[in-house]
């Protein structure tokens, strides 16, 4: 993939992701004027999930949305978050920065490499199942 090509997926991973933050909020806070605000928060976050999933492997990456994506997708968010935990640990703990601020780094990091993570995954199984198509005929 070209560097042109990878500019246009990160733009669209950051648009998308802020599309996807803003509907998942807009849901929690509908939803918490009806229910109790754990259960909202939970059912906005699996929400945002299953949805950023779906947008980004349809309008990021270009590939088909399958059941072992559907495994990856939250599986990476997983992965992000213990990183982001640890990072966050490091430099509050460890370095002394405040919380604040090591709290918006770790969010600036955890962008490219979810990024970098997704693509990873998603693009590798797909060119994988592309070359095992060819070959199968």
């Known amino acids: 993939m ?8 990160f733009a669209r991973y950051v648009i998308v992701g802020a599309v996807n933050t803003a509907a998942t909020y807009v849901l929690l806070v509908a939803l918490m004027r009806v229910i109790e605000y754990r259960l909202a928060y939970s059912i906005a976050y699996v929400v945002g999930i299953a949805l950023g999933c779906w947008l980004q492997c349809r309008l990021v990456f270009h590939v088909p949305l399958d059941w072992r994506n559907a495994i990856r997708f939250p599986a990476v968010y997983a ?5 982001g935990l640890l990072l966050l640990w490091v430099l509050v703990d460890g370095a002394g920065m405040r919380r604040e601020w090591a709290a918006l780094l770790v969010i600036m990091l955890n962008v490219p490499i979810g990024f970098l993570t997704l693509r990873f995954l998603l693009q590798t199984r797909a060119r994988s199942s592309a070359r095992d198509g060819a070959t199968d005929r």
């Not at 992965?79 to 990183?83: A, E, G, N, P």
Request: net charge neutral.
């Open 2 to 9: 070209n560097e042109t090509s990878t500019r246009g997926q």
């Open 79 to 83: 992965v992000q978050y213990l990183i």
